[in-house]
């Protein structure tokens, strides 16, 4: 029995029940021995064998019981691996160590995200870890000064390439002046010499291929296999039998020319170094989305400090600083409007085009452009809590992760180049024993084929680079994917369930009607509701002061005001009374409604407003609506969501009358009405249980639990709260269209993943056999690997030129 100790900080604990809850979930579990926690500190310790159980299963016992264990996570960049195998190695090894609960490669990224107890393990502990598998882990850089170590790394092996490429040519010309409707080319006699060859081949095969037998050598002494073990395999067969030949040369006198594959070496590993610079070129593509987004922040600010203006880099702006924000401008961190006013661009965080009129007290957010009027503005988000860095942090976070479809290619990966060595192993023994008995350079070819055309890089490229593009092109769009399997799930919905309250709608009472009565005029009714609901804090009433104020109507002094709670408002305006509110109001102060005036209040009803009549002077004069108005944008929206073929239902709080109105004017399939906010989860858990796949779009604030229960939850936003926690989609724009693009956007980039995928396991499936049988020269073999790869990745990139309106 080896028995371990592990301690867990735990967050959610309010009181001692909630600990004595924990520590009895966990001490029923098997394999622990026993379970403490302790309230005071929120730390959990167990006792508990490691061979039937360990960390992550706490973890997810503790999250089933309703807590959360707080967890540290680092990020690393990852240099030295060369396929998907050594990105499925280093995870393995990461996962395994004490205190790991979770370890993520991204092939693609070159990075690593982990998930750890800090009091069992610490980021020295990985890289060390690591550096014994052959590879290194570094401390994640920001985006300038990975930009600058890719860079760097190019140029090295872009000078290996063309070193590589001088001593190959010689070799290539030697083959292809062979193939006999190429005979004209002139041979030079030195060039058909062995020892002449061996001279060009030997830089080439252990100087500028050393990486490929550093990589092997590592990756074989950690019992795995990778790249590296194929395509040293390879290119040492040929090599090593060409000297053999060349020594079998010399002591036969140096009778006729030997039959060498020095060229065939050489070619190999100068192809896979041309196929990996186009990878890492093209792969660089793939993450602009991020370096796109950090370029539309501001490099400098003019800040205010001791009375002196300054301006200052963007970094060194405090929470606080007062900052002036000219004409033409980025704003350079979030804040609010404390002098001046000015239309400011949104664009680039809502997709919105129309600038939006900003006055003191509005929110600014940081990279939006200032397009008219001069500004002070007091900073109250820098750094990475401004709403960019919280985008860029989402996408970073999605661009990372792995969606379910990848966790298959891993695993194929992972056993992929054993079974191809076993193969050209039992490739070779045919050929000598059976094809072509005691012939061994007509058994080596095929062998040296298969090793070099079987790389998995591809299968390890197909998925991570389409996420990459996939969530980065959301993102530009103002769709921000919380991870890979988000992205992959969302494709799969067929029941959308829309929150009323701003998400169809505007989510604010708008003045929608004013009709007049007993020969009152519109203008002089508005003139005295507006004055006498100008007195009142109700929501309502704000909407009817806003309606009166935008039609250029002055407000007069109400010299009384008194709110008639259930019953509506009493106010003297100029000697006048004037009440507004229900029918029992008219009702009691002896106010008669004509039949007219009735079926207008229920016309008005049943389109889901709130209609208020207006008595002046003990007379009727007029009827007053106000509507929570649906968006322009939302009746489109849900038409598109119908045509992707799914059901949508709207899921409020509101009557039932009020929200069947609304659902109508939409054209919305189903309305669950009149359900309290801790009860939408329920209704969601009930859809699933009828087999649905369901995607809940809410505010991300009361809708807060029916979005985690859903199979995939999307907050819509205004771009003020990027990372709602509830929601596993944030969509910046509070637009519904959004809701469709998201839907458009997975299914595009999992046809891309899939298209990948075939074009991965295609390469293998017809060259592995294809090489088996002789008809690949191992040369030709080397080019389609490296172009499998760079085509896994052009293709991956089509998707950042994806548009949703087409």
């Not at 080439?204 to 092997?216: H, L, N, S």
Request: charged share 25%; with cysteine; aromatic share 6%.
């Amino acid at each position: 029995m080896a028995m371990k100790e592990s301690t867990l900080q735990i967050s959610g604990m309010t009181c001692t029940a909630c600990a004595a809850r924990v520590e009895k979930g966990i001490k029923k579990m098997a394999g622990v021995n026993d379970a403490n926690v302790n309230f005071a500190l929120e730390q959990l310790t167990v006792q508990y064998d490691a061979a039937e159980t360990d960390v992550r299963a706490f973890k997810e016992e503790i999250e089933r019981i309703g807590y959360r264990v707080i967890e540290e996570k680092a990020e690393f960049d990852i240099s030295g691996m060369t396929c998907a195998a050594c990105a499925t190695k280093i995870e393995k090894s990461i996962g395994k160590m004490p205190g790991v609960s979770r370890a993520n490669v991204n092939f693609a990224l070159e990075t690593i995200s982990v998930s750890y107890n800090d009091k069992e393990v610490q980021p020295r502990d990985m890289i060390a870890r690591v550096h014994k598998l052959g590879y290194e882990l570094r401390p994640k850089e920001d985006g300038k000064e990975k930009m600058d170590h890719k860079q760097a790394e190019i140029r090295k092996q872009t000078r290996k390439f063309i070193i590589s490429v001088i001593l190959t040519l010689p070799l290539l010309w030697t083959m292809v002046a062979h193939f006999s409707f190429l005979s004209f080319i002139y041979l030079p006699d030195i060039l058909m010499n062995p020892w002449f060859q061996l001279a060009l081949a030997t830089p080439v095969q252990f100087i500028i291929g050393a990486q490929f037998y550093k990589g092997a050598y590592t990756s074989l002494k950690n019992k795995s296999a990778n790249m590296d073990v194929l395509v040293a395999l390879g290119t040492s067969a040929a090599y090593f039998y060409s000297l053999y030949l060349s020594i079998e040369w010399m002591k036969a006198g140096r009778v006729g020319e030997p039959e060498l594959y020095f060229e065939a070496s050489a070619v190999i590993i100068t192809l896979i170094l041309l196929g990996k610079l186009f990878e890492v070129r093209a792969k660089g593509k793939t993450s602009q989305a991020i370096q796109k987004l950090l370029d539309l922040q501001a490099k400098t600010a003019r800040v205010v400090r001791d009375g002196i203006e300054q301006e200052i880099p963007i970094e060194d702006v405090l929470e606080g600083d007062t900052i002036i924000v000219r004409p033409g401008e980025k704003i350079p961190v979030d804040g609010e409007i404390i002098e001046g006013q000015s239309a400011i661009d949104e664009s680039m965080l809502t997709g919105e085009s129309i600038p939006i009129d900003k006055i003191p007290g509005d929110t600014v957010i940081g990279a939006t452009i200032n397009k008219n009027g001069s500004l002070r503005v007091e900073a109250t988000k820098v750094g990475k809590d401004t709403a960019l860095a919280q985008i860029v942090k989402v996408v970073e976070d999605a661009q990372g992760s792995k969606a379910d479809i990848q966790r298959l290619a891993d695993k194929i990966s992972g056993v992929f180049v054993p079974i191809v060595v076993l193969i050209a192993v039992a490739t070779f023994a045919i050929w000598y024993f059976i094809v072509t008995p005691g012939d061994f350079r007509s058994s080596l070819i095929p062998m040296i084929s298969i090793l070099v055309i079987a790389c998995p890089c591809a299968l390890g490229l197909a998925t991570p680079t389409s996420i990459m593009a996939g969530s980065g092109r959301a993102a530009e769009m103002g769709m921000l994917f919380k991870g890979g399997e988000h992205l992959e799930n969302t494709q799969s919905i067929d029941t959308v369930v829309l929150d009323k309250t701003g998400t169809v709608t505007k989510g604010e009472p708008t003045l929608t009607d004013v009709f007049a009565a007993n020969g009152f005029k519109e203008k002089d009714i508005l003139q005295l509701v507006g004055t006498a609901e100008s007195q009142s804090e109700h929501p309502l009433a704000q909407a009817i002061v806003k309606g009166v104020k935008e039609k250029q109507i002055s407000l007069l002094e109400a010299e009384h005001f008194e709110a008639l709670p259930g019953y509506g408002i009493y106010a003297e305006i100029s000697a006048q009374k004037i009440y507004v509110g229900t029918r029992k109001l008219m009702r009691e102060q002896n106010i008669s409604l004509t039949n007219e005036t009735e079926t207008m209040m229920k016309d008005l009803e049943q389109e889901g407003k709130t209609a208020m009549l207006i008595a002046v002077s003990d007379k009727l004069a007029g009827v007053i609506a106000v509507a929570d108005t649906v968006k322009e944008t939302s009746k489109e929206a849900i038409s598109r969501m119908h045509k992707l073929g799914l059901e949508v239902i709207m899921l409020t709080g509101d009557n039932e009358r009020t929200a069947g109105a609304i659902a109508k004017q939409v054209q919305i399939d189903r309305v669950i009405a009149e359900v309290l906010p801790d009860q939408k989860s329920e209704q969601i858990k009930q859809l699933q249980a009828k087999g649905k796949k369901v995607a809940m779009v809410g505010d991300g604030i009361n809708d807060a639990p029916a979005l985690a229960m859903a199979d995939v939850g999307m907050a819509v936003g205004t771009g003020t709260d990027i990372a709602i926690e509830a929601a596993d989609i944030t969509l910046m724009r509070g637009d519904l269209n959004s809701v469709a693009d998201a839907f458009i956007m997975s299914k595009k980039t999992m046809r891309n993943i899939k298209e990948n995928l075939f074009f991965a396991f295609i390469y293998n499936t017809i060259g592995i056999p294809v090489a088996a049988i002789g008809l690949l020269a191992p040369w030709v073999a080397g080019a389609a690997m490296a172009f499998s790869s760079v085509s896994v990745v052009l293709n991956a990139l089509r998707l950042q030129r994806v548009d949703l309106k087409k």
